[in-house]
């Protein structure tokens, strides 16, 4: 599952496939990881263990001190089994979602989205948002700006609107077993079926004030990111050669073209190799042929121009 630290929210591998379950507010951190590491170690591993023990133990019967010598033996190898068998655990159970581990949760200890995925698709999108809302509070950076106890009071509000829907749950099937019962009156249906509205408006309502939430987080967020791109713009222009130094250097590579000039025209003197061809009158330059775009079709024999001239 994702980092607790962090998150009540957090993704995880269930023997019904991946889910986002909401932990409940008084689990923490340590509970949760207490426990899960105590469900890798079953007590079959001590029963593992135990024979192993037995075995390594028995030659040690005929020296010295034997019964310390097989209880630490015991205890040794209970311990490296159990260790064993927790990272095989760790690393078999791991589902076909990246590195998340299988997830065992108990009754009570959190809500998963698929928990109320038979309340139809409208409330099933609403509980992701609200897990989703919940986990971006605790993991956004204008986390450092606001009430530091803000994200727990919204997780414990998401919390208790989410029992409220579960336990709106009886009010859901009554209204639907009234409704197709012809001796159930008019007013029973429409009261059992106003209750189940009244939890979906409160719960569409948490939702809203949770987004309100969100949208004040991201607008800060943007801030943020303005300054730290407007800071980090600064660095960089900062550190950017000025005009001065560009002037220098193009100086620089400037003079370079006419100390190779200098040199080799004095070797050339010295070694009488001739005249540069620059240095001709401009009539004896070397001509330069441009060559026109090749064409598909061609002049007809006799015509005049250079193709006519090259069939003659």
């Known amino acids: ?8 929210v957090l993704d995880g591998v269930f023997p019904d496939g991946p889910d986002t379950v909401l932990l409940h507010p008084a689990l923490i951190p340590r509970h949760w990881r207490r426990r899960q590491i105590a469900a890798a170690v079953r ?33 040794a190898l209970i311990v490296v089994l159990a260790g064993w068998r927790a ?22 200890e959190g809500w998963r ?7 139809g698709a409208d409330t099933a999108r609403l509980v992701r948002e609200l897990l989703a809302g919940v ?10 700006w606001i009430d530091p106890a803000l994200p727990g009071e919204a997780h414990r509000v998401v919390w208790e609107a989410l029992c409220c829907l579960d336990r709106g749950r009886d009010a859901r099937a ?12 008019e007013d029973l249906v429409a009261a059992a079926r106003q209750a189940a509205c009244t939890i979906d408006h409160d719960l569409a ?47 620089a590579a400037e003079a370079l073209p006419q100390n190779v000039f200098a040199h080799v025209t004095a070797a050339r003197d010295l070694a009488q190799a001739g005249e540069f061809p620059w240095e001709r009158p401009p009539v004896e330059w070397p001509r330069l042929t441009l060559l026109l775009p090749h ?18």
């Open 174 to 185: 009554l209204a639907e077993e009234l409704a197709t019962d012809p001796d159930a009156g």
């Open 113 to 119: 989205s698929k928990d109320f995925a038979d309340l």
């Open 1 to 8: 599952m994702g980092n607790l630290s962090h998150s009540p």
């Open 205 to 251: 309502e948490v939702a809203r004030h949770l987004r309100g939430c969100l949208l004040l987080t991201r607008a800060w967020e943007a801030k943020l990111r303005r300054t730290d791109l407007t800071h980090r713009a600064d660095r960089v222009l900062a550190a950017l050669p000025g005009r001065d130094e560009l002037r220098r250097l193009t100086g």
């Open 43 to 75: 007590p079959g591993t001590v029963l593992k263990g135990l024979p192993g023990a037995t075995v390594v133990g028995f030659p040690l019967m005929a020296g010295n001190g034997f019964a310390g010598k097989f209880i630490f033996t015991t205890v």
């Open 295 to 312: 064409r598909a079709t061609t002049s007809p024999p006799g015509a005049g121009g250079p193709a006519g001239k090259g069939q003659s």
């Open 87 to 108: 990272a095989c655990a760790a690393k078999e159970e791991r589902g076909p979602h990246g590195d998340t581990p299988r997830t065992r949760l108990r009754r009570g």
């Open 135 to 144: 986990d971006e509070l605790h993991r956004t950076p204008a986390r450092a």
